[in-house]
């Protein structure tokens, strides 16, 4: 009898701790989730009252359109090299005593340059005016000999035969003074090569060698170069050629000189095509009086095709192409604003665009790209004080 009552007590224990749990489950739920909802109110809260922010612009992220008559051009990029250039080699061989330049030296036609050791070279001259001192002597000889004979011969006392004979040796004696004479002249003139000059005027740009080294004939000892006249050697697309011509001015800048504009003048024009390239090369003279331009400096500019008339023009750099259609952004009411605008040319050389509809002369844009551009998108243009 008493083991029914104890299965029913364990049974309503064990449905207890049940209900527990699952209450403890519920009341779980119930609290993740009413935490979830609070979080996502106290995001959606802090967005709302989040504030846009506001863009600074200085004046020179700003860009006025102007009034300018834009040129149509080519761009061209190249190196300057001077036109007159020499390498000083060495005429005779022998060692090098002196050598009186430095790189950076400025020289004048003529001027010393080197000097070679000339011991070799004077044994070989007292040689060469020994040997012509003894083919004279013997001509002298042969010059009596024959002038008697030639009086024995009208006499008839010798042959014929034998007055040739003294007339062969006569011819052979004067062309071998004559060939003494040219190796005197030969050890004159490699004597006097030995003090090196300067062909060109101009400045030292390398030195190759250094005293009391020896060196061989045509050895090259220094280089120089006159940076009177530059030349830029540049290449432009064959379809460009036809508008090209001799005399065409072209203008362009050099790296470290800032914006500071440089001219040249079309020079020559290559008549063969570069086949893989497609295409030309041009030689640009350039001027350089005051030599501030150097050899091997790098030039990028344009060759002027065509100037147009004026009109209003803003940096390439301020426009922005979407779907087809330019626009740039401008500050209207404290807010940046999508102006729409139709352009035209373009100058490479200058970076300039032409507005020909959409904006008036003395208009101001954002000429600087940002990520963070957008129409209205708060915008001020601050001011600095001039001191």
Do not use: C
């Not at 489950?25 to 506001?54: C, H, I, M, Y």
């Not at 022998?94 to 009186?100: I, K, P, S």
């Not at 790296?255 to 095509?273: A, K, L």
């Not at 922005?320 to 740039?328: K, L, N």
């Amino acid at each position: 009898m008493n083991q029914p009552t104890a299965i029913s007590s364990t049974s309503r224990s064990t449905g207890r701790w049940g209900l527990l749990f699952v209450a403890l489950v519920l009341f779980v739920a119930v609290a993740g989730a009413f935490w979830q909802r609070s979080q996502a109110k106290a995001a959606t809260s802090d967005k709302a009252n989040e504030a846009p922010v506001t863009l600074e612009f200085n004046s020179t992220d700003i860009a006025t359109v102007e009034v300018k008559a834009l040129a149509r051009s080519i761009s061209i990029s190249g190196s300057l090299q001077p036109v007159m250039q020499s390498v000083v080699k060495a005429a005779v061989a022998g060692e090098v005593l002196r050598l009186a330049v430095r790189e950076g030296d400025t020289v004048r036609r003529g001027d010393v340059i080197a000097e070679i050791a000339t011991t070799d070279l004077r044994s070989r001259l007292d040689a060469a005016i020994a040997d012509q001192e003894e083919r004279r002597a013997r001509l002298a000889v042969a010059r009596n000999n024959r002038n008697t004979n030639e009086s024995l011969l009208v006499q008839k006392f010798i042959s014929k035969n034998a007055f040739d004979q003294m007339q062969g040796n006569y011819e052979a004696a004067e062309a071998a003074v004559r060939w003494a004479d040219a190796q005197v002249t030969l050890a004159r003139k490699a004597l006097a090569d030995a003090v090196v000059r300067a062909p060109i005027a101009g400045q030292v740009a390398k030195r190759q060698v250094n005293a009391g080294e020896r060196v061989s004939v045509d050895a090259p000892l220094v280089t120089l170069v006159d940076l009177a006249r530059l030349e830029l050697e540049v290449t432009v697309p064959v379809s460009d050629v036809p508008e090209i011509h001799i005399g065409q001015a072209v203008q362009f800048a050099v790296d470290g000189f800032g914006t500071r504009p440089f001219v040249g003048r079309v020079d020559r024009i290559n008549p063969q095509t570069e086949a893989a390239a497609r295409a030309i090369k041009l030689f640009i003279a350039v001027p350089n009086p005051d030599a501030s331009l150097k050899g091997g400096m790098f030039a990028q500019g344009g060759v002027m095709l065509s100037l147009a008339a004026p009109t209003p023009v803003l940096p390439t750099s301020a426009v922005f192409e979407e779907a087809g259609q330019s626009y740039v952004f401008a500050i209207e009411g404290g807010k940046l604003a999508k102006v729409a605008v139709s352009t035209g040319m373009k100058d490479e050389s200058t970076g300039l665009t032409a507005v020909t509809s959409g904006l008036q002369p003395g208009a101001q844009v954002v000429r600087i790209r940002m990520a963070s551009l957008k129409a209205g998108t708060p915008a001020v243009l601050r001011m600095v004080a001039k001191s």
